[in-house]
Each structure stands twice: as C-alpha cells, then as structure tokens.
C-alpha cells in the first residue's frame, strides 16, 4: 500500500505541472516546483504546432475511398511522429479500395522491461472530396472551435497523441527513452472493415499496459465545466440485408397471378424493427428500403438493410438468430394460389460488442485518479457507436474516448440559421484532455503492471 502510495505522489509531482487550465492541489503543486515550468511551458509551447499538424491533415480529404488522400495522411502522419522517433510500416489494407493502414513504433531503451503502451486512430474520414467541395467544408476557425472534416474525427485524436507525446520526450525525456510506444492507425475504420484488428493482433502479444483508442469525446450540453467522460463499453453489431423475391406482373390485368414482393418485405421489416428491445439495449433499425419498377407492375423484388446493435455478446448473438429466422416468415401467395414469395436475410460485418469488463474498469480508474489530482471529474461513457475498441479490447486493456474534445461527427452541414452546425473542435479542452491523457499515462508507465494481464 505504501508503495502504490509513494508512487501516486511521483506521478503527481510530475504531471502537476502541466496543469494550465485546471486548478491542482496545493500539496502537488509543491512537490511539482522542479517540473512546473517544463511541462507546463513544453505543452503550451507545442500546442500551436500540434494544430498546425492536424489543420495540414484535416486540409487532405481522406474519405475511406479516397485511397490517395489517405495514403497522404499517413505520410504525414509518420513525418510529424519521425520527429519523436518513431518509425513507420505501411501496410497494404485487405479492403478492396483502401489506403494503407500505419503502424508507427517508437522502440524503448534500457531496461524499462518491456513495458509499452499503444494508442489507436484512424486516417480515414466520412466525407467525399464532392461533399466538401459542394458544402465548402473545410478548416475553420470560429471563437473557440474549429470546424474541419475529421477534426476530431479522428484527426484530432492524433494530434493529442502528438502532443502528449512530445510533451513527455521534453519534460520527460529519460522516461521517454525508456519506454515503447506504439500507434496504431487504421485506413478504413468508418469503412467497418476487420484487416485492421488482423494487422495489429501480432504487436498485442508484447506486454502491452494499455490500449488508448482517441475517438473523439462529445461535449456536454452545458458545455465544458472541466470535466471529462471517457469511453469504457460499446455496442457490437453487424449490418443485414433481407431480399424479398415475388411474382412480377401487369397490376390491372393479373393481379391475381403476381405475388408483391414489397408487400412481403414490409412483413419482414416490422419484424426486424420488432426486434428491437430497449430493456436489454438491443436495437435492430432498418435504414434502407427499395423494391419495384412500375406502379403499375406487380414488385418482383425488393431490398431491405439495416443495422443491429447490442452492448452484451448473447444478446447480439439472440437478436442476429431471431433476424436469421425471419426468412422462415409465412410466404404471401398469389390470388390464384399458385405462386408464393420467398425471403432470404444475409448478415455481414458482424463486429464484438466492447462489454463492460474489469481490465477496462480498472483503466477507467487511473483516469479518475489523474482526474482527482487536477479537481476534474472523470466519468464512464458506454456508446452505442463502434470504434476500433470493439476489435482489440478482448486482447489487450483498451480505453476509448481519450481523443479532444468537440461534437457533431459525420456532419458536414454548417448553417448555424437552420440550427446545423457541422463537425468542430472545441479549442480550450485540447491541452487539458491532454494533460489529463498524460498524468494518467505516467501512472500506467510507473505503476506495476497491475494492467498488464488482459481480458481473456
Ligand atoms: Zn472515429
């Protein structure tokens, strides 16, 4: 106990100082005297230029399709952490039309014991260069948020990393030396796509403390008060298409003889979205419907697709089973009796949910704790998006939601008459999500590896 103790009151001297925005406790703050100055002043100092980093890669489309755009964020990328020492590995991602997923390593030395740490982000936006040219969505500084494709999401989150990460080589720059750190960036991750998980499994078999995903975190209603809400569960799920084949026909003169397709899809859209059961948080949504050439012809075919999420495995699995037997539905037959219709569901890009577990709890707690030094309150979040975290945090102790603060992912639209407003950054959370990242990250490199033992 009083080991742990001693140790929290290191981490505390270190990081104390970096405490710009948040008031700290006068006792920390004394034993920070040494590093108050360096660190406070390194991560304001480079806080223009991790900016300057992220308005160059924001001002690149890299919409999932857009395999150039990406492969250039990535190369940017690698510049800016070259300069903390990291080297770079393209890997070529599985996905048909797809940039390269980056793998960034900055090796540690001497005997640290192998300890490393790994963050996750993505290069990949949702926007096409159409879109942002239609919409003229592009960088913007307004007041204290910054408007831009990706800006949070998640370009934002890797120009975080960056500046803990230069932060820590200045203020901190034995302990930097020591230790390994890894980044791990997907090119598809709004392209839900597994290659990335494939590709990073193999770096996850070294003692890895902890997975830092930087998705971005939604600011509150109220707006910033000083504190912060990370990400410790999200729902799994997986897409499905159900296909509605019938008889085709003339609607006036062989009504009879015609089976409409449409009509048996509506059948199996309301038991999809029947489905749905907020008491186990389960939702199944149909988003997508089309069928039919003519409204005077007899619907030979028709589609449907949708999206089903839960935060617990079984439940997924249930509710993806109950899906499944809607195939099995009654057929519709035709007036004559002689032709009836036929279903048929087919279930893709199943991803795990991120279920509540204790190596994420346990994580959740350093946060707090480096929360609790600076007077911030740190809270749980669990997310009915997907990230990253779902593919990773049954192999390794994995947190999300550590990327800047801001809101209205996947928005592009800004028309702040009509109420739209479209992805932004907010600008004076950025050092202090930061610095919360950091204190937090010290407890984990100087703490025993009381993390170090995973999910499975
Ligand atoms: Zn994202």
Excluded at 325 to 342: C, E, N, Q, R, V
Aim: proline letters at 5%.
């Amino acid at each position: 106990m009083i080991l742990k103790k001693n140790r929290r009151a290191i981490v505390v001297a270190l990081w104390a100082g970096l405490s710009i925005i948040l008031p700290i406790a006068e006792s920390s703050a004394e034993k920070a005297s040494s590093m108050k100055k360096t660190g406070t002043a390194a991560m304001k100092k480079h806080e223009p230029e991790a900016l300057a980093w992220l308005k160059k890669w924001v001002d690149i489309n890299s919409f999932t399709l857009n395999v150039a755009g990406v492969n250039e964020v990535g190369k940017s990328t690698a510049e800016a952490f070259a300069q903390l020492g990291f080297q770079a590995k393209f890997v070529p991602s599985k996905k048909p039309v797809a940039g390269n997923h980056l793998i960034l390593i900055k090796r540690g030395e001497g005997k640290a014991g192998g300890k490393s740490v790994a963050f996750v982000s993505h290069l990949d936006t949702v926007y096409s260069p159409e879109e942002e040219k239609r919409l003229g969505f592009a960088w913007k500084r307004e007041g204290d948020r910054i408007y831009g494709p990706g800006v949070i999401d998640c370009k934002g989150g890797t120009a975080l990393v960056w500046l803990m990460l230069k932060t820590l080589s200045e203020a901190e720059p034995d302990l930097y030396r020591r230790f390994t750190f890894y980044f791990f960036i997907n090119a598809t991750e709004e392209g839900f796509h597994h290659h990335f998980a494939e590709v990073v499994t193999p770096y996850l078999a070294s003692r890895i403390e902890a997975c830092l995903v930087v998705e971005p975190e939604t600011l509150q209603a109220q707006g910033f008060q000083g504190s912060f809400r990370v990400v410790t569960a999200r729902k799994g799920g997986g897409r499905f298409v159900i296909e509605s084949m019938g008889q085709g026909g003339h609607a006036g003169n062989a009504h009879a003889s015609g089976v409409n397709a449409i009509r048996q899809l509506a059948r199996a859209v309301e038991a999809a979205e029947s489905l749905t059961d907020p008491s186990r948080e389960v939702t199944v949504n149909v988003g997508m419907f089309s069928g039919g050439v003519a409204p005077n012809r007899i619907p030979e075919s028709a589609q449907a697709s949708g999206d089903v999420r839960a935060f617990s495995q079984p439940h997924l699995t249930q509710t993806v089973e109950a899906l499944k037997k809607i195939a099995k539905l009654p057929p519709l037959k035709s007036g004559d009796g002689k032709k009836s219709s036929t279903l048929r569901v087919k279930i893709a890009d199943i991803m795990p949910p991120m279920s509540d577990n204790e190596a994420t709890s346990k994580l959740f707690e350093v946060w707090e704790r480096a929360g609790k030094e600076s007077g911030a309150r740190v809270e749980k979040l669990r997310r009915g998006g997907m990230s990253d975290a779902n593919m990773l945090f049954d192999q390794v102790p994995t947190l999300d939601g550590l990327g800047p603060l801001g809101d209205n992912m996947h928005c592009s639209v800004h028309d702040p008459a009509s109420g739209k407003e479209a992805e932004f950054l907010f600008l004076p959370a950025f050092l202090s999500k930061a610095q919360l990242n950091n204190r937090a990250l010290l407890e984990i490199l100087t703490a025993p590896p009381i993390l170090s033992t995973g999910n499975k």
